[in-house]
């Protein structure tokens, strides 16, 4: 429950139950319940990661994201830090601006100097911040007693009695040498991503113990020649001191600087306190204050209508409320989120889908929610970002677009291991006025992308939420989700069937941020698996964002994808590559979703292609997958299903796919030529971990006119 001992119930589960994960800028930090030693004392297990996932986000995550594919990080024997991340972010989310960018499509929002003395009145005289200081000793104190806050503790003293290694510049230029993050990783989640652990470590203890290392953490990190992260500057000029750009990680760094001072306050030296108002002006807030006023040009994420836009703004201006001075000052920052987190609003369809994967819903929408709140209590609730028109759709994506049994879509750069953020989802049901029964369980561990977002989730609102009515929740979930304007529908068995099949069916377009060329792709879910999947996300490398050679990747170009080749051809990408909707009929039993794919596809003489599901509801499920292809003279044709499990031929016609606890058959008929069926593993490094299979289903010869049926039900 969200009542005054809330955050210190929810803490001791989460801290009893199996760890704390929290981050420092995009970094990942996990407390175990056990230390695991799986480098034998030489470091973190650290994967490169994104943003928003349970088992990781960033260049790589285990087999959430994942470079490594491997094992979640754990504290090692020496430094207890962190693994660095990146939503889906991304989390370290993005490496820059994204390589299909729909900012051309809207209209896009910017700041209005004469807002800014509309807004003067509504600030507070004082500065705001999230959560409670040190000195509220009633709201910290009982965390001291939990079982298991001796882990925090610990881990945190391992953090005070470790050396902070020096900043390498070889380290930061590793990334335009290699393409990789992970090096650089490292190192900065041993430096910086020590501070949110030994803040929380203090606050809990208040023996004062931590506070000389906290000072010499921000010390170092104020020294750097630069917070923005390698790959967010590749022509080095941040590095070089030349230009001072604003990224994902500073803005995140400058937040967590700012929280730090709000919980400890005078604790901290006059100095250390001048020093974080110092760097963060100078790194973050003046140089976004230029931007905004037109005296240098703005980072591209001002407009941009992706993740990046509500993860810096909320940095930004979390960080400019914690520290400004005067009310006029605060105004300032107040009055430009308001205008430019619009931007971030567009990159949603009117129903609320978010193309970048509920991974990205959570980072993005996450810092959204952070912003939303840190203004709300900066004006006593008078600027309420959540009362906008549509945001209420876009708040509850993450509920919407959950298949079954935590399986999520893992469309574009989503990845097949990651669900809804809890926390979030719980915020989004309290605000909203929906059951709690829908967002999905707190587990073992939690994840917070800052420190401030640790202080938004498990302390009280500075001023109560306001409470929708309970109506608004009614029927939010039920057989189907149906996102219309982005062509994707999510169909589920009926309640009370156990472990029933369920599915995400894409039409959707080739130009989304984190775009995959994947139109008419589709993912089944079954027992909390994914027999048959899309592949997600890979592992972020230079190759990821560049427009030259994004697609040359197996899992992002379409042959990675359960969708057809035709004629020898991949489907393309950009803007206009569009699939569309010819037929939708829903009923309680069936559901019937009707796409035209050809226009994904540049074959000369298609004259058809057409994918038709049928999701039939009698039973445990099954799903029918169609396609109807028809050309001016002979061609190839083939289809494919994607797995991240295992498969086997039953028969000529019949295969079996499995992963964990999920197992389907699949019957395949043809009309027009018979079929041949081989697989191959595709080698790429997948976010989820593992490798994708790609089992294709090719006609035996050339077709004017055929079609592909797979008929796909439940085994086990």
């Known amino acids: 429950m969200r009542n005054g001992k809330g955050h210190l119930l929810l803490l001791a589960l989460l801290i009893l139950v199996g760890g704390l994960e ?115 000793r009633q709201a910290w104190a009982p965390m001291a007693k939990i079982k298991g806050a001796s882990v925090l503790l610990q881990t945190a003293e391992k953090s005070r009695t470790s050396a902070v290694p020096p900043f390498r510049e070889s380290v930061y230029l590793s990334f335009s040498k290699t393409g990789s993050r992970k090096a650089y990783d490292e190192l900065t989640a041993q430096r910086r991503g020590r501070l949110p652990l030994m803040v929380m470590a203090e606050c809990v203890e208040n023996k004062g113990r931590f506070l000389k290392k906290i000072e010499e953490v921000i010390t170092t990190v104020c020294a750097e020649p630069t917070w923005v992260l390698p790959q967010h500057d590749r022509t080095l000029v941040n590095l070089k001191g030349t230009q001072i750009d604003i ?47 037109g005296r240098r040009e703005e980072n591209w994420w001002l407009t941009s209508n992706n993740n990046w836009n509500s993860v810096c703004l909320s940095g930004v201006t979390h960080a400019a409320l914690a520290l400004k001075d005067t009310p006029a000052e605060r105004a300032f920052y107040i009055a ?109 561990a939690t994840r917070f992308e800052t420190l401030a977002h640790f202080a938004l989730y498990m302390f009280p609102p500075a001023q109560p939420l306001p409470r929708a009515s309970a109506s608004q929740g009614a029927n939010l979930i039920g057989v189907r989700s149906y996102f219309d304007q982005a062509g994707v529908l999510v169909v589920r068995p009926n309640s009370g069937v156990r472990n029933g099949l369920g599915a995400a069916l894409k039409c959707g377009n080739n130009e989304e941020n984190h775009n995959h060329n994947d139109i008419g792709s589709f993912q089944l879910a079954l ?144 009309e027009g030529a018979g079929v041949r069926i081989s697989g191959t593993t595709i080698d790429e490094k997948l976010k989820a971990g593992g490798s994708a299979k790609r089992i294709a289903i090719a006609l035996d010869k050339k077709v004017t006119n055929a079609s592909i049926t797979m008929h796909i039900m439940p085994a086990n």
């Open 22 to 136: 929290i981050s420092c800028g995009n970094r990942r930090i996990k407390l175990p319940r056990q230390r695991r030693n799986n480098n034998e004392g030489n470091g973190p297990a650290v994967e490169e990661q994104d943003p928003g996932q349970e088992n990781g986000n960033g260049e790589a995550e285990g087999p959430g994201p994942g470079d490594s594919g491997g094992s979640d990080p754990v504290i090692p024997d020496d430094p207890g830090v962190v693994d660095p991340g990146g939503e889906i972010g991304e989390t370290g989310g993005n490496d820059g601006p994204p390589v299909t960018d729909t900012n051309a499509s809207y209209t896009r929002t910017e700041y209005s100097p004469a807002r800014v003395a509309e807004v003067t009145p509504m600030v507070s005289a004082r500065v705001t911040g999230l959560g409670s200081a040190i000195g509220n």
């Open 247 to 293: 990224d994902l990680h500073s803005a995140e760094l400058a937040s967590t600087l700012a929280q730090t001072d709000w919980f400890l306050g005078d604790k901290l030296s006059a100095r250390t306190r001048q020093l974080i108002r110092r760097e963060v002006d100078r790194r973050v807030l003046m140089p976004y204050r230029d931007m905004v006023e």
């Open 336 to 444: 430009a989120a308001e205008a430019y987190s619009n931007n971030f609003l567009a990159g949603y369809t009117s129903d609320g889908y978010c193309g970048e994967g509920v991974g990205y819903w959570n980072y993005g929408f996450g810092g959204y929610t952070l912003l939303a709140e840190v203004i709300r209590a900066a004006t006593s609730g008078r600027i309420d970002l959540m009362d906008r028109p549509t945001v209420r759709d876009d708040a509850t994506f993450g509920l919407r677009i959950e298949i079954v049994d935590g399986v999520y879509p893992a469309f574009a750069d989503a990845i097949a291991t990651i669900r809804a953020e809890p926390r979030l989802a719980l915020w989004v049901c309290d605000r909203f006025g929906i059951d709690r029964k829908l967002a999905p369980p707190v587990r073992k």
């Open 527 to 670: 027992n909390g698996s994914s027999p048959i999947s899309d592949p997600g996300s890979e592992v972020y490398t230079k190759r990821t964002f560049s427009p030259k050679q994004r697609y040359q990747s197996k899992v992002i170009n379409s042959f990675g994808h359960p969708v057809p080749m035709v004629a020898g051809r991949l489907q393309e990408a950009g803007p206009g590559i569009r699939g569309k909707v010819l037929k939708t009929e829903f009923t309680p039993s069936r559901d019937i979703f009707t796409i035209d794919m050809a226009p994904a596809y540049k074959v000369t003489g298609l004259r058809k292609l057409e994918r038709e599901f049928v999701f039939d509801r009698s039973g445990r499920g099954a799903l029918t997958v169609t396609d109807s292809v028809s050309f001016g003279s002979p061609q190839e044709f083939e289809t494919a299903l994607i797995t991240l499990g295992s498969w086997k031929k039953i028969s000529s016609n019949e295969l079996q796919f499995t992963q964990d606890k999920g197992t389907v058959r699949v019957r395949i008929t043809a």
